[in-house]
Antibody, heavy 120, light 110 residues
Framework: QVQLVQSGAEVKKPGASVRVSCKTSGYTFTDYFIHWVRQAPGQGLEWMGRTNPYSGGTNYAQRFQGSVTMTRDTSISTAYMELTSLTSDDTAMYYC?????????????WGQGTLVTVSS | QSALTQPPSASGSPGQSVTISCTGTNSDVGGHNFVSWYQHHPGKAPKLMVYEVNKRPSGVPDRFSASKSGNTASLTVSGLQAEDEANYYCSSYAGNNAWVFGGGTELTVL
């Protein structure tokens, strides 16, 4: 069955960077875009961006331009999201989610989430 | 992109129906038939409930239905059950390779 398994919780200091991984299985990795969505405490979901596992191409939400990098390793069917210059506002649960390639725009499977805490 | 607007809360008794709205703009909800809805129980991964405005994935009960009119999309949960209590989020493609979510609605089954 389709699975997206994310890396474990992280605690970082302000100014540091964090990298979250999303290991996929149960489908052809390059057939689906991987998106990243976060949820700050008490807040709603926020779309951060996506990567095309086939080409490596990326699209980022405007507010994350310059601070986020999304990559992938096709040899191990894993996507990564790196966020730099962390502040307390980046404390959130981070999710990866897949979107079918082609003419589809919905998130049909999600990872379990990775809690990132930014604290001095 | 600004977040789509959802009511923060909704409620209904078991067996009743409740409708959650999701209001956007001509650039997102009104401009594309790519609105989707997600059920999110705290501590779990969000679950796709509706895609492309009104299509249900396999396994989602037909008690969940959805529609769109202009810049507002709606999700209706009929025959409310205790397990429907969760947070519900709408999402829309916003053009230019961007997506946007709503602020979420906490559904309470009384």
């Amino acid at each position: 069955q389709v699975q997206l398994v994310q890396s474990g919780a992280e605690v970082k200091k302000p100014g540091a960077s964090v990298r979250v991984s999303c290991k996929t299985s149960g489908y052809t990795f390059t057939d689906y875009f991987i998106h990243w969505v976060r949820q700050a405490p008490g807040q709603g979901l926020e779309w951060m961006g996506r990567t095309n596992p086939y080409s490596g191409g990326t699209n980022y939400a405007q507010r994350f331009q310059g601070s986020v990098t999304m990559t992938r390793d096709t040899s191990i069917s894993t996507a990564y999201m790196e966020l730099t210059s962390l502040t307390s506002d980046d404390t959130a649960m981070y999710y990866c989610a897949r979107v079918p390639g082609g003419y589809a725009y919905h998130f049909d499977n999600w990872g379990q989430g990775t809690l990132v805490t930014v604290s001095s | 992109q600004s977040a789509l607007t959802q009511p923060p809360s909704a409620s209904g008794s078991p067996g009743q129906s409740v409708t959650i709205s999701c209001t956007g703009t001509n650039s997102d909800v009104g401009g594309h038939n790519f609105v989707s809805w997600y059920q999110h129980h705290p501590g779990k991964a969000p679950k796709l409930m509706v895609y492309e405005v009104n299509k249900r994935p396999s396994g989602v009960p037909d008690r969940f239905s959805a529609s769109k009119s202009g810049n507002t999309a709606s999700l209706t949960v009929s025959g409310l059950q205790a397990e429907d209590e969760a947070n519900y989020y709408c999402s829309s493609y916003a053009g230019n390779n961007a997506w946007v979510f709503g602020g979420g609605t906490e559904l309470t089954v009384l």
